[in-house]
């Protein structure tokens, strides 16, 4: 028979021995040094163990390899610690992949890896839950200390409540099918990614790096901490509580647990203790003692409190000498038709009014477009991908991508912007690409990434110093020849002309030009900019050359490359230029490089 047993089992004295208990002097010790730790730790240790490992891993990831400064090569520098993707545990939450692949209506590559977590729960039914998320392992914290200082507001026996994971599942999925993604708002782990960097990145970079680099808050904050608080004071109400009633990721494989190829057996030789149902962090154990197979997590803790070895954890289809139960209560509440139409009613119309009332007004030419990371897929289909996980804003250097507010309505929200004024895009940086699970940042190497277009410079005349006649500046060109671009020259503008109408010698002022075929939105112009003119010398009240997007002003390529793009778009020129010249009879040795 094969057993799936990985519980220390309950040691017994002389002559009480039972299948599967044990009286080895190494299960003794091991559950004694394991006691001191928790009863949970004794009963299943090598669930407690591989939840550390998993919760120490994903903490790493997020801030110690996702953390972008040491070497000024930031693409190397992230490359040579990234051993493991940053990105792991977003890509292994199967709710990440089916949603935005229904939203785009495309293949997302992360489908892969929500595939393979899925066939590995087969075995281990919603092992996912019970020993790798790192956000119900932070929940079972939260709840221990809660547990010990806070009187909680338990809610006794099941409810209504208990099947609500699988009504906010089915409306996740129909609004993602009607092109609204709403799995930042409920997946776990996007909401654990998105919810600790938001709280405490601020810290990191104030500890780290100095308090004047923490970016100003916004909105998103707020909304992200005030959703994540909300998530884990649930516990308060029952243990796990948003993983045993409202965790849609849970639900999923709740629904893959159907097929799973082994569960939870109860033999003849149970005493009906009850001691199983008292530990079980996930209401798994019904009142006669089986099992909840949509519930159970194989956490085995009740296995390693049964003081008969009557739990076993073996292939679905293997014969024990079960128990039969008959008589018992039921607690059971099963699930409403009506209460799946209701969620996938209710979710098309949100996702209605999402899209109508709340949307990002892509259409109104009034509305001011955010700056997209380099790379970024065209805005539709962006708003249908990003999941507003966060992780592209830990690993941009210097916080140039920033959460976006209430801007562009509850369909913008957490979604990633370039904030110019803050900071440039580093031109040897692309990690956001490299980390974003689903392909709304498409991973581009360095060449192919100092070309995309995030936006198009725009001077501002009234305002520019040399422009509007009064003083010399050239702070944007200085910034873009040193990052190795060359996208902004001088034309000398103010010119006074002597008594022949002849121009004098030094007269005006060199003013900064944009060459749109040169310029990628980098922003460092500006950031320099608004930094000396506006906050230093107080010259200005905004910079006088701001990234703006928008037709004509970015590239959003689905796939393709963006050289290519730039080759394209120089042989267009070239040849628009040599026609004009044809009709005109003139040649080009007369102009500017920024007519060319």
């Not at 709280?199 to 909304?223: E, F, R, T």
């Amino acid at each position: 028979m094969v057993r799936l047993n990985l519980f220390l089992p309950v040691i017994q004295r002389a002559g009480e021995h039972a299948e599967g208990s044990s009286s080895v002097p190494g299960h003794e010790r091991a559950r004694r040094l394991f006691r001191l730790l928790g009863r949970t730790w004794a009963a299943s240790p090598v669930r407690r163990l591989t939840q550390a490992v998993c919760l120490v891993s994903f903490v790493a990831l997020l801030f110690i390899v996702s953390w972008p400064y040491g070497s000024p090569r930031y693409a190397e520098h992230f490359a040579a610690k990234e051993s493991v993707p940053a990105e792991s545990f977003l890509v292994l939450d199967p709710l990440v992949s089916v949603s935005t692949a229904l939203a785009a209506r495309a293949w997302v590559w992360s489908l892969w890896w929500a595939g393979a977590a899925l066939l590995v729960c087969l075995v281990f039914p919603r092992g996912f839950c019970g020993y790798v998320c790192p956000l119900g392992t932070l929940m079972e914290l939260c709840d221990w200390v809660a547990g010990r200082r806070v009187k909680r507001f338990r809610l006794e026996g099941r409810g209504w409540w208990v099947h609500l994971r699988y009504y906010l599942l089915a409306g996740t999925l129909v609004a993602s099918a009607l092109g609204v993604l709403l799995t930042g708002f409920v997946a776990a782990i996007p909401l654990l990614t998105r919810g600790l960097l938001l709280l405490l990145q601020p810290l990191q970079i104030g500890l780290l790096k100095g308090a004047y680099l923490v970016p100003p808050l916004n909105a998103g904050h707020y909304v992200s901490a005030a959703l994540f608080f909300v998530v884990l004071s649930l516990g308060l109400l029952q243990p796990r509580f948003w993983c045993r009633s409202l965790c849609p990721t849970g639900a999923l494989f709740s629904w893959a647990s159907v097929f799973r190829l082994s569960e939870r057996k109860v033999i003849s030789s149970c005493i009906e203790c009850g001691r199983c149902a008292r530990v079980c962090p996930f209401d798994a154990i019904k009142a006669d003692f089986t099992t909840r197979h949509a519930n159970c997590t194989f956490c085995q803790t009740c296995g390693g409190v049964c003081p008969t070895g009557s739990i076993q954890f073996v292939g679905r289809w293997t014969a024990v000498n079960e128990r039969s139960w008959e008589g018992a209560p039921s607690q059971e509440v099963d699930l409403s038709r009506r209460g799946f139409l209701v969620s996938s009613v209710g979710a098309a119309g949100a996702a209605v009014g999402i899209e109508r009332l709340c949307g990002a007004n892509l259409g109104s030419p009034s509305g001011v477009l955010p700056v997209r990371p380099p790379g970024s897929v065209p805005e539709k289909e962006f708003l249908q991908l990003c999941i507003r996980c966060g992780q592209c804003f830990q690993v941009c250097p210097n916080n140039v991508l920033q959460p976006v507010g209430f801007e562009q309505g509850l369909e913008g929200l957490w979604t990633p912007q370039a904030v110019a004024n803050w900071s440039g895009c580093e031109p040897s940086c692309n990690n956001c690409g490299q980390v974003c699970p689903t392909g709304a940042i498409r991973a581009l190497p360095l060449d192919e990434k100092r070309v995309a277009r995030m936006g198009l410079a725009v001077v501002d005349k009234q305002t520019c110093l040399p422009h509007a006649g009064r003083e010399a500046c050239q702070l944007c060109v200085d910034d873009c020849k040193a990052a190795g671009y060359n996208a902004i020259e001088f034309v000398r503008v103010g010119t006074e002309t002597d008594a022949d109408g002849l121009p004098l010698e030094g007269a005006g002022f060199l003013a900064p030009v944009v060459l749109p075929g040169k310029c990628n939105g980098c922003g460092l112009c500006q950031t320099r900019c608004y930094r000396i003119n506006a906050k230093e010398k107080g010259l200005l009240r905004e910079s006088a050359i701001r990234v703006e997007a928008g037709a004509g002003k970015e590239d959003r390529l689905t796939k393709g490359s963006y050289v290519g793009l730039r080759e394209q778009e120089r042989k267009r020129r070239e040849a628009d230029l040599q026609k004009r010249m044809r009709e005109e009879g003139a040649t080009a040795d007369y102009l500017p490089d920024f007519l060319k």
